[in-house]
């Protein structure tokens, strides 16, 4: 889970500018991170899960090994973007969403468990391609717990915005 | 009295810092605090099934999760009686390999190595180091497309089951997999000569013990019957409350290891110490070369023990696919009984991991599982006291202190997440 405090959340409006501002030209990928044995910490795995049924080439969740499908959109030629979607602790209220240009990633750490999306983002730019992170304020990380309703709320906005961005941006 | 902090130890699973109290430039302790919370998962699985148990287990660790699902097979299926085909414990050592080359790839690179080049974090060594990091991302890849292609899919794959496979990977997959193992053999290679190629600090060096697994046939490998002991040593694994000796201590969520009242170590330096001469292939030649004294004092050498590993891993992954191919599917094999208890010991890429299962009536009535970091943190703690007490003799500063101590702690490449199970503590 990512961790950036005293950011605001951004509203539906706003969210919806910045993503169609951040992936300029190309096609765009999302991947998402997380894990959904820790309640709304999954909150990643599930956008992209539910893109994928309709975007089975261009969402990708955990589950599918998220170091190599960056490296594969890395090497393809092709202008591409990659939105990330995690969990992350902006210290505002459950289910607030925030959008992150990649010059604004300060995650340093690599865990055992995963390599930081700031590594993943930096390889994607040696590549010239562009990268953001979508970061859902989580409610609850308790281990085998539900996810909470508001975090349900921001996952269904956020697939419908992202579905839209997909939608006129893959073609 | 001071005391010297590292807060969050970065670049390791979990929430841990290092504690360090100083009287003048006298090492009063060195601790390693976890603070990642309890999941008492061994409770949790009471009452289960055996089969529903597997699908809650592995879940303590998203990176070791197939030696999780490995260990806990193993100890149910002596428990209940099952002897597997060998289609399905070939199949097994195929995906531990896969994991061996996963894990270790990341640790090596993307973790351990920073500290040795100079670098805060793998991110920033990217302008100068990118085709290493990416080398390392490409067989982080192949390790998880393995684990997928044998477990069903790369995190908390549920293919292994009890007596089989649900789902034997198919032909064209398996072929794929040992071509594109073929093809990674040089880039595990210039791995180890890099790592042969850095200089290891001499501050943490002392006499250990090192334990892992007895793999069968005389043979390497990350599951076995008994255990070894540096020390000459061998003991079923059924003993392995003898062994580990866990105990509480105030500062850590985790449970501690002593054996014979002295630490150990488990790992891959562990492994190569215990059975480093049945290596073969390039990794063997590798081994010869670079093994020396040092191995059996210096936990900085694990990195490169990892790397040497990983050679071997994916030079044995082809050779593994051939055999499983060799033969037809069995069908599963059913329990026999009951009623029983068995322990299964597996060597994760960070260590010897236990499962101990006691069964009545079809039901778990006991789980005991013991992790390799638990194993692990006597060891560091001893190992990182050591390195303060002889780099403040020779006045470093803090911050070189600070460095010598997590470049300690990372090459046991502990996993704090999956070493806080069971617990629960009070803290005085």
New interface residues.
């Given amino acids: 889970m990512h961790k950036l405090r005293d950011a605001p959340g951004d509203s539906e409006e706003d969210l919806r500018a910045r993503l169609e501002t951040i992936p300029a030209e190309g096609r765009v990928y999302v991947l998402g991170l997380g894990?959904t044995?820790r309640a709304d910490d999954g909150a990643g795995i599930l956008v992209a899960e539910a893109l994928k049924k309709r975007f089975p080439h261009f969402s990708f969740s955990?589950?599918?090994?998220i170091?190599?499908t960056?490296?594969d959109i890395a090497e393809r030629d092709e202008r591409s973007t990659v939105i990330f979607v995690d969990a992350g602790d902006l210290g505002l209220g459950p289910g607030s969403i925030k959008v992150v240009r990649r010059e604004d990633i300060r995650e340093?750490?690599?865990?055992?468990?995963r390599?930081?999306v700031?590594?993943m983002a930096?390889?994607l730019g040696?590549h010239q391609k562009e990268s953001a992170v979508i970061c859902v304020q989580p409610g609850s990380i308790e281990?085998?717990g539900q996810v909470t309703d508001p975090v349900r709320r921001s996952v269904g906005l956020l697939v419908q915005l992202l579905t839209d961005l997909m939608t006129a941006r893959d073609r | 009295m001071k005391e010297l902090n590292v807060e969050a130890l970065?670049?390791?699973?979990?929430d841990g810092g290092i504690t360090v109290t100083l009287d003048g430039k006298k090492v009063k302790s060195v601790t390693l605090d976890v603070h990642e919370g309890p999941?008492l998962i061994e409770q949790?699985v009471r009452g289960l099934t055996p089969a529903d148990d597997l699908n809650v287990i592995p879940?303590i660790c998203?990176?070791c999760t197939l030696s999780h699902r490995y260990a806990a097979i193993r100890g149910l299926e002596k428990a209940l009686g099952i002897v597997p085909p060998e289609k399905a414990q070939l199949t097994r050592e195929l995906m531990m390999l896969g994991e061996n080359v996963e894990?270790n790839s990341?640790?090596t690179f993307?973790?351990a190595l920073p500290d040795f080049l100079g670098y805060?974090?793998?991110?920033a060594m990217?302008n100068d180091y990118?085709d290493d990091?990416?080398r390392a991302?490409?067989l982080?890849?192949f390790g998880?497309?393995v684990m997928?292609v044998t477990s069903g899919?790369?995190?908390h794959g549920e293919n292994p089951i009890l007596g089989g496979f649900g789902r034997y990977p198919g032909r064209k997959e398996l072929e794929e997999i040992k071509l594109k193992a073929h093809e990674l053999v040089p880039d595990a290679v210039r791995d180890v000569e890099l790592f042969a190629s850095l200089e290891y600090p001499k501050y943490s060096e002392a006499d250990m013990v090192f334990m892992s697994v007895n793999a069968p046939k005389k043979q390497y490998g990350y599951a076995g019957e008994s255990i070894l002991i540096s020390n000459g040593k061998e003991a079923n694994v059924e003993d392995y409350k003898k062994l580990t000796n866990e105990r509480v201590v105030s500062h850590s969520f985790a449970k501690r290891s002593l054996y014979q009242d002295k630490t150990f170590t488990v790992g891959a330096n562990a492994r190569m110490i215990n059975m480093g001469k049945r290596l073969d292939g390039q990794a063997a030649d590798l081994f010869k070369e670079h093994f020396d004294e040092r191995w059996t004092k210096n936990p900085l050498l694990n990195n490169l023990a990892q790397a040497i590993e990983m050679l071997w891993s994916l030079e044995h992954i082809p050779d593994m696919v051939d055999r499983v191919l060799a033969l037809d599917n069995p069908p599963i094999e059913k329990p026999t009984r009951e009623n029983g208890s068995g322990t299964g010991a597996v060597e994760a890429p960070?260590g010897t991991l236990y499962h101990h299962y006691e069964i009545k009536n079809g039901l778990i009535d006991v789980a005991d599982i013991i992790t390799p970091t638990a194993q692990n943190l006597d060891d560091i703690e001893k190992h990182m006291k050591l390195t303060a007490e002889r780099m403040l003799a020779e006045d470093k500063g803090d911050e070189e202190v600070r460095l010598g101590l997590e470049m300690v702690a990372r090459a046991y490449?502990p996993?704090i997440?999956c070493a806080t199970h069971l617990v629960t503590l009070k803290r005085i």
Avoid: Q, W, Y
């Fill in positions: 894990n044995d955990e589950h599918d090994g170091e190599g960056v490296l340093t750490e690599i865990t055992t468990h390599v930081a700031a590594l930096s390889v040696a281990f085998m | 970065a670049r390791v699973e979990g999941r949790l879940r998203a990176i894990s990341l640790h993307l973790l805060p974090s793998a991110i990217l990118g990091v990416k991302l490409r982080k890849k998880n497309h997928a899919r790369i995190v960070r490449d996993c997440s």
